[in-house]
């Protein structure tokens, strides 16, 4: 198990950028595929990005690519999601997600066992 602790939302205007911070516990960090889901008012989880153990494997959803780019810090046990060119459709509750690497790299929420409590990006002018 690990705990997972989001900082960094925010009210940003539209074309703006913030930085979203996960902080997780546990000795075992390396070894989690971690991730970035959303949760927009009455819809569904959605997949936003996935950081597998190697930081070379990345995956994006089709609507964040090119704008959002996740990274992870092993020595500091924190992941990040970096969100640049923000829209009014980004705003959401953003929760970090953790998955032990045996379980293969997935972008379905259910498959995840370790989550965050969330934090509130909005986007508006």
């Known amino acids: 198990q690990v705990q997972l602790v989001e900082s960094g939302g925010g009210l940003v205007q539209p074309g703006g950028s913030l930085r979203l911070s996960c902080a997780a516990s546990g000795r075992t960090f390396s070894s989690y595929v971690l991730g970035w889901f959303r949760q927009a008012p009455g819809m569904e989880r959605e997949f936003v990005a996935i950081?597998?153990?190697?930081?070379?494997?990345?995956y994006y959803a089709d609507s964040v690519k090119g704008r959002f780019t996740i990274s992870r810090d092993n020595t500091k046990n924190t992941v990040y999601l970096q969100m640049n060119s923000l829209k009014p459709e980004d705003t959401a509750v953003y929760y970090c997600?953790?998955?032990?690497?045996?379980?293969?790299?997935?972008?379905?929420?259910?498959?995840?066992?370790?989550w965050g409590q969330g934090t509130q990006v909005t986007v508006s002018s």
């Open positions: 950081i597998g153990w190697s930081t070379a494997n990345t």
């Open positions: 997600a953790a998955s032990p690497q045996t379980a293969g790299i997935s972008t379905r929420a259910p498959d995840y066992g370790n």
